[in-house]
C-alpha cells in the first residue's frame, strides 16, 4: 500500500520505516530541508536502537523515501498519517496550530479518496476538527474519512513496540477506513481494536496517565517506606506478583519524564476541564512526580549537609536508558539545583552528553563512569543505564574523596553496598553506611 508519513520525528520516522518494512511504499515528509536532507543521505537525526540500519535498508530496497513536498506524499498515497508535533502550551493544553496546519495543506493536495490517520497524541476532539478543516480546503467532489489510530511507541524500543504492539487502536467512522487500515496492519498478527474517534483519542491519553499514575503511586509508597523502615522494592515484587498489579511501570525512582508523559498527563488534565470534569486525581500524578525530584535533593543536601564547593559526580543524564532524549529528564532539574547550591558537577552519560552541552555550559563531562566519579564527595545516580550496573566499585571506591553513593534509580544491591563500605543512599530503601 502507498502511505504518506507527514512530520518525521521520532513518531513519523519509525513509524514511517516499520510500515515499508513490512512490504509498504512509504514516503515520509517533513518541512524541515536539513532533515530530509539528513536522511536521504543516510543520516539519521534522532537516537533511536536500529532505526539507521532499517532506514538504510528500506531506502535501498527502494521503499522509502524523503521529501519536504507535502503534495509530492498526498498525491497516490492509499493513507495519510499525521504525525506532527502537539508541543505543551503554557496552560497544559497540546498546541494543535502543527495539526491544523498539516490538514489543511493534506486537502490542498487531495487528489482522490484517501484515509487520513491522525497518530499525534491530540486531544479527543481534534479528529472532528481535522476533519472539519478537511471538509472546508478540500476540492468538493473528493471523499475522504479521517481516522484515529494513536502510537504507543517508548523511546529506546520504539521498533520492537511498532512491530511487536500489544495492541493496535483504530479509531474509524466508516467501514471502507477501517479496512484500509485493518488491512495495513494485518500483518502485525496481533488484537487490532476498532473504535469511534473519540474513543481511540482517549485510549492514548489515558493509557499513558496511568502509566504515569502507577509511577508516581510507587514513588509515593517509597515515601512511605522510608518512614516506616520497609523496603519499597520487597513492596513492588509483592504487589507485582498479582496479575492485575503487574511488574511494570512499578520501580519507584525519581519520577517520570520524557516528552509524553508529563505532555500527556498536562494535556488530559486541561481537556478533561475544558469538559468540564475536574480531573484531581492527574494533578495529583504530577504534584507527587515533581516532588520525587525534590526529595532527591533534600537527601543529598541531607548526606553532604553543605554543597558549597562539593565535587559532585553524576552518572546518567537522558531521562531513562537507551535513549539520548534530555526532555523533562529529572536529571534536568537536580543537576541545575547542585549548580545553584554552589557544587561542581562532572557528568557521565552513554548517549545524552552531546545534546546536555546544549543545556549545561557549567558542568564537565568525564569520558567514562569512573572519570565522572574520580575526587568526588559523592556519586549521584540519575539514569539506570546497564553499563552501571557491571563497573568496578573496588576502583570506584578508592578514586573518591569519601564513599558516598546517592542512587535515584535503586541500580544496585543493598547487601553489595555493605560489602563495598559505601554509604549508599536509595529510594525507599534503608541507608547503608
Ligand atoms: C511513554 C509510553 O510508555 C509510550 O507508550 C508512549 O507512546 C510515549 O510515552 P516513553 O516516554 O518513551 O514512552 O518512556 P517510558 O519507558 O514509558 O518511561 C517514561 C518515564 O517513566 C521515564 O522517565 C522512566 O524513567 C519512568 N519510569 C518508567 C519510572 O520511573 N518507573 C518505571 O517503573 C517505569
Not at 543516510?42 to 519536504?68: A, C, H, M, Q
Not at 511488574?247 to 475544558?274: E, Q, R, T
Not at 484531581?280 to 526529595?295: A, G, T
Not at 541545575?336 to 546544549?358: I, N, Q, T
Request: hydrophobic share 40%; aromatic share 8%; net charge neutral.
Amino acid at each position: 500500500m502507498k502511505i504518506c508519513i507527514i512530520g518525521s520525528g521520532y513518531v513519523g520516522l519509525v513509524t514511517g520505516t516499520c510500515f515499508a518494512d513490512m512490504g509498504n511504499d512509504v514516503i515520509c515528509v517533513d518541512n524541515d530541508a536539513r532533515k530530509v536532507e539528513q536522511l536521504q543521505s543516510g543520516k539519521v537525526p534522532i537516537y533511536e536502537p536500529g532505526l539507521e540500519d532499517l532506514i538504510k535498508k528500506n531506502v535501498s530496497e527502494k521503499r522509502l523515501v524523503f521529501s519536504t513536498e507535502i503534495r509530492a506524499g498526498v498525491k497516490d498515497s492509499k493513507v495519510v498519517f499525521i504525525c506532527v508535533q502537539t508541543p505543551p502550551r503554557s496552560d497544559g493544553s497540546a498546541d494543535l496550530s502543527y495539526i491544523e496546519k498539516v490538514a489543511r495543506e493534506i486537502a490542498a493536495n487531495m487528489d482522490g479518496y484517501k484515509v487520513i490517520a491522525d497518530k499525534s497524541t491530540v486531544p479527543v476532539e481534534t479528529g472532528l476538527w481535522v476533519q472539519n478543516t478537511i471538509q472546508k480546503n478540500i476540492k468538493k467532489d473528493i471523499s475522504f474519512d479521517v481516522a484515529s489510530n494513536p502510537e504507543f511507541l517508548r523511546e529506546g524500543s520504539a521498533i520492537a513496540d511498532f512491530l511487536k504492539p500489544d495492541r493496535v487502536v483504530i479509531g474509524a467512522q466508516s467501514d471502507k477506513a477501517r479496512e484500509i487500515l485493518g488491512e495495513l496492519y494485518k500483518p502485525l498478527e496481533v488484537p487490532i481494536i476498532f473504535t469511534d474517534i473519540k474513543s481511540a483519542e482517549i485510549i492514548k491519553h489515558a493509557s499513558n496517565s496511568f502509566l504515569a499514575m502507577k509511577i508516581s503511586f510507587i514513588n509515593a509508597i517509597s515515601n512511605i517506606c522510608e518512614k516506616s523502615g520497609a523496603d519499597i522494592e520487597c513492596v513492588a515484587k509483592g504487589m507485582s506478583d498479582d496479575h492485575r498489579i503487574g511488574a511494570h511501570f512499578l520501580s519507584a525512582g525519581i519520577g517520570y519524564g520524557g516528552s509524553c508523559f508529563p505532555k500527556d498527563v498536562a494535556a488530559f488534565n486541561w481537556i478533561s476541564g475544558k469538559l468540564g470534569y475536574d480531573f484531581k486525581l492527574l494533578r495529583e500524578v504530577e504534584r507527587i512526580n515533581s516532588d520525587q525530584r525534590k526529595l532527591f535533593c533534600e537527601k543529598i543536601s541531607k548526606a553532604l549537609w553543605v554543597l558549597k564547593e562539593k565535587n559532585i559526580g553524576v552518572w546518567g543524564l537522558s531521562f531513562k536508558p537507551h535513549t539520548d532524549d534530555l526532555r523533562n529528564a529529572p536529571a534536568i532539574e537536580i543537576v541545575r539545583f547542585l549548580l545553584d547550591e554552589g557544587a561542581s558537577v562532572k557528568a557521565y552519560d552513554p548517549v545524552a552528553m552531546e545534546k546536555a552541552k546544549e543545556i549545561f555550559a557549567n558542568i564537565k563531562f568525564a569520558l567514562t563512569p569512573y572519570d565522572a566519579a574520580e575526587g568526588c564527595d559523592a556519586l549521584v545516580i540519575l539514569t539506570e543505564w546497564p553499563e552501571f550496573k557491571g563497573l568496578d566499585l573496588e576502583r570506584i571506591k578508592l578514586s573518591m574523596n569519601q564513599p558516598l553513593i546517592i542512587d535515584g534509580r535503586n541500580i544496585y544491591d543493598l547487601g553489595i553496598m555493605e560489602k563495598y563500605g559505601f554509604q549508599y543512599i536509595s529510594i525507599g530503601r534503608r541507608q547503608i553506611g
